[in-house]
């Protein structure tokens, strides 16, 4: 943006003879000359600058780390930035090439990114067919100290647990193989001990998404639980989140945080519609009659239980399963909030606790592909999410939603309350993702929504930015920076054009 000044231009007055009334006088037209406006760090101290996160941070898109995307994550723009108005180097922990996954040992652990594939999502080896994966946490870690320091899959307590990055400990489940790439000679240092060893004077922290999101991505069925918003630091969010703060400004280093979105808008749980199923009137019709002893038990426990208010008539209708001929039939999903009928009646024991899904359900994205396949091959009466009702990791019901926004609000006022008490800036990614729902962002020449594959803002896993989405946030970080050190990212025309970043990367990019 520029300062704009002014100029008025005032001509003589020209007196007519010729008549006794004066002449209307034109006023020459406002001349606009542009005047630049020098770039400030304000209060802000850029000079070593440390990043803390997860995947968010490390610069994840696409469903995979690789060099492109982690040249082009959040932290690693904000660097670009930084280094105008005095900030240093910044180093990363670069995989070793653009088809992503992890490997230990040459034994993959993670596979190759994801592509576009003309109709969605893809695994890159689709297109292009068998790759190696050479980033291996056994065989070629790179040298640190690393700036970025965001690991993907990483929860809050996760910064602070020592060991997390020992590769020891990645086969007993206690370690992530991401972090083991940045540890180097002391395998057990915690990625908080990483950070404050390097002294930063600036940083930026982004975590807690994971804390609700693996529960969301697991469908809420128990394997991964959201984290307590109360415990002691390496247990509760709001210790462990404290614990953070207190330590990496202790030193007197200034910083950025953000809060947490609501997962639930993000396009992995808002693309899979809860009807997707095409049937025709004869395939509709051998389901029903599937279906028809289930639903006759149902009417039967409504019967023996009328007058109980244990089983009510909205229940009955929920649960009773009915297809169509047509192209938009819910798929069948199990729901664990339904009432145990086998427990109020052991006759009814045989009557699971499924229903279809409706519009207030969420799909989780890798349903996509799951849904229709066949549970024993060759038996056309198995379709899963038709005969074989979703599982719960499948679906996000209503109660789960709510669990999930109950705790994101809780963690994101004790994120608010830590910021300010500790005088940092604070970026509202929040109310950004709801904005991208509602309607979409307008930066430059370009609208970013959360629409899969057409938005822009999101990449094909449905979670995480795509570079694009990466530097809108970056814009909203330099803008709180703004705000709370002084600085002027905005006013002097530093924020990054979005448009200047790609949404995709091609399938040959290695």
Request: proline share 6%; aromatic share 8%.
């Given at each position: 943006?520029?300062?704009?000044?002014?100029?008025?231009?005032?001509?003589?007055?020209?007196?007519?003879?010729?008549?006794?009334?004066?002449?209307?006088?034109?006023?020459?037209?406002?001349v606009l000359v542009e005047e630049s406006v020098a770039l400030t760090a304000g209060s802000a101290d850029f000079?070593?600058?440390?990043?803390?996160?997860?995947?968010?941070?490390?610069?994840?898109?696409?469903?995979?780390?690789?060099?492109?995307?982690?040249?082009?994550?959040?932290?690693?723009?904000?660097?670009?930035?930084?280094?105008?108005?005095?900030?240093?180097?910044?180093?990363?922990?670069?995989?070793?090439?653009?088809?992503?996954?992890?490997?230990?040992?040459?034994?993959?652990?993670?596979?190759?990114?994801?592509?576009?594939?003309?109709?969605?999502?893809?695994?890159?080896?689709?297109?292009?067919?068998?790759?190696?994966?050479?980033?291996?946490?056994?065989?070629?870690?790179?040298?640190?100290?690393?700036?970025?320091?965001?690991?993907?899959?990483?929860?809050?307590?996760?910064?602070?647990?020592?060991?997390?990055?020992?590769?020891?400990?990645?086969?007993?489940?206690?370690?992530?193989?991401?972090?083991?790439?940045?540890?180097?000679?002391?395998?057990?240092?915690?990625?908080?001990?990483?950070?404050?060893?390097?002294?930063?004077?600036?940083?930026?922290?982004?975590?807690?998404?994971?804390d609700v999101l693996g529960y969301a991505t697991t469908g809420g069925d128990g394997t991964n639980p959201i984290?307590?918003?109360?415990?002691?630091?390496?247990?509760?969010?709001?210790?462990?989140?404290?614990?953070?703060?207190?330590?990496?400004?202790?030193?007197?280093?200034?910083?950025?945080?953000?809060?947490?979105?609501?997962?639930?808008?993000?396009?992995?749980?808002?693309?899979?519609?809860?009807?997707?199923?095409?049937?025709?009137?004869?395939?509709?019709?051998?389901?029903?009659?599937?279906?028809?002893?289930?639903?006759?038990?149902?009417?039967?426990?409504?019967?023996?239980?009328?007058?109980?208010?244990?089983?009510?008539?909205?229940?009955?209708?929920?649960?009773?399963?009915?297809?169509?001929?047509?192209?938009?039939?819910?798929?069948?999903?199990?729901?664990?909030?339904?009432?145990?009928?086998?427990?109020?009646?052991?006759?009814?024991?045989?009557?699971?606790?499924?229903?279809?899904?409706?519009?207030?359900?969420?799909?989780?994205?890798?349903?996509?592909?799951?849904?229709?396949?066949?549970?024993?091959?060759?038996?056309?009466?198995?379709?899963?999410?038709?005969?074989?009702?979703?599982?719960?990791?499948?679906?996000?019901?209503?109660?789960?939603?709510?669990?999930?926004?109950?705790?994101?609000?809780?963690?994101?006022?004790?994120?608010?309350?830590?910021?300010?008490?500790?005088?940092?800036?604070?970026?509202?990614?929040?109310?950004?993702?709801?904005?991208?729902?509602?309607?979409g962002i307008t930066s430059g020449d370009f609208t970013l929504t959360s629409s899969l594959v057409t938005g822009?803002?999101?990449?094909?896993?449905?979670?995480?930015?795509?570079?694009?989405?990466?530097?809108?946030?970056?814009?909203?970080?330099?803008?709180?920076?703004?705000?709370?050190?002084?600085?002027?990212?905005?006013?002097?025309?530093?924020?990054?054009?979005?448009?200047?970043?790609?949404?995709?990367?091609?399938?040959?990019?290695?």
């Amino acid at each position: 943006m520029k300062k704009i000044k002014f100029i008025y231009i005032s001509l003589g007055v020209l007196a007519f003879t010729a008549c006794n009334d004066p002449e209307d006088v034109d006023i020459a037209p406002e001349v606009l000359v542009e005047e630049s406006v020098a770039l400030t760090a304000g209060s802000a101290d850029f000079s070593n600058y440390v990043s803390l996160g997860n995947s968010l941070t490390a610069g994840f898109t696409d469903g995979a780390l690789f060099q492109a995307s982690q040249t082009l994550s959040l932290p690693n723009l904000l660097s670009q930035k930084f280094s105008l108005v005095g900030g240093g180097s910044f180093t990363q922990p670069l995989t070793n090439d653009n088809i992503g996954g992890l490997a230990a040992g040459g034994a993959r652990i993670q596979g190759p990114r994801l592509v576009f594939g003309g109709a969605g999502p893809v695994g890159l080896e689709t297109l292009i067919g068998p790759v190696t994966v050479t980033t291996d946490i056994a065989l070629n870690n790179p040298t640190g100290p690393f700036n970025n320091l965001g690991v993907p899959g990483a929860k809050s307590f996760h910064l602070l647990a020592p060991g997390y990055g020992n590769l020891a400990n990645v086969s007993l489940g206690l370690a992530n193989p991401y972090f083991v790439r940045m540890t180097g000679s002391t395998p057990n240092a915690s990625v908080l001990e990483l950070a404050v060893a390097q002294a930063p004077s600036f940083f930026t922290l982004w975590i807690g998404n994971n804390d609700v999101l693996g529960y969301a991505t697991t469908g809420g069925d128990g394997t991964n639980p959201i984290t307590p918003v109360s415990g002691a630091p390496g247990v509760g969010f709001d210790g462990s989140y404290g614990a953070l703060i207190a330590t990496l400004t202790a030193g007197g280093a200034q910083g950025v945080v953000a809060n947490i979105p609501n997962v639930t808008d993000v396009p992995h749980f808002t693309t899979v519609p809860h009807n997707p199923v095409p049937l025709d009137a004869a395939t509709a019709a051998a389901v029903n009659g599937a279906y028809a002893p289930y639903n006759g038990g149902l009417q039967a426990a409504f019967g023996a239980l009328t007058g109980t208010g244990l089983f009510t008539q909205e229940e009955l209708d929920a649960r009773t399963i009915s297809f169509a001929a047509g192209t938009n039939n819910a798929v069948v999903i199990e729901d664990e909030t339904l009432t145990d009928l086998g427990a109020i009646n052991p006759a009814f024991a045989a009557l699971p606790k499924i229903r279809q899904a409706t519009e207030a359900d969420l799909i989780v994205l890798p349903a996509a592909s799951f849904i229709g396949t066949l549970a024993v091959p060759g038996n056309p009466l198995t379709v899963n999410g038709v005969a074989i009702p979703l599982a719960d990791k499948w679906v996000l019901i209503p109660s789960e939603q709510a669990e999930i926004a109950i705790a994101t609000e809780a963690f994101n006022q004790i994120i608010a309350a830590a910021a300010s008490q500790a005088g940092l800036a604070l970026v509202d990614a929040n109310s950004l993702l709801n904005q991208l729902a509602n309607g979409g962002i307008t930066s430059g020449d370009f609208t970013l929504t959360s629409s899969l594959v057409t938005g822009s803002a999101f990449s094909l896993d449905g979670i995480h930015p795509t570079a694009r989405g990466y530097a809108l946030l970056a814009n909203e970080f330099m803008k709180a920076i703004d705000v709370t050190y002084g600085s002027n990212f905005e006013a002097s025309g530093n924020l990054l054009n979005v448009g200047d970043y790609p949404t995709n990367f091609s399938p040959i990019l290695q």
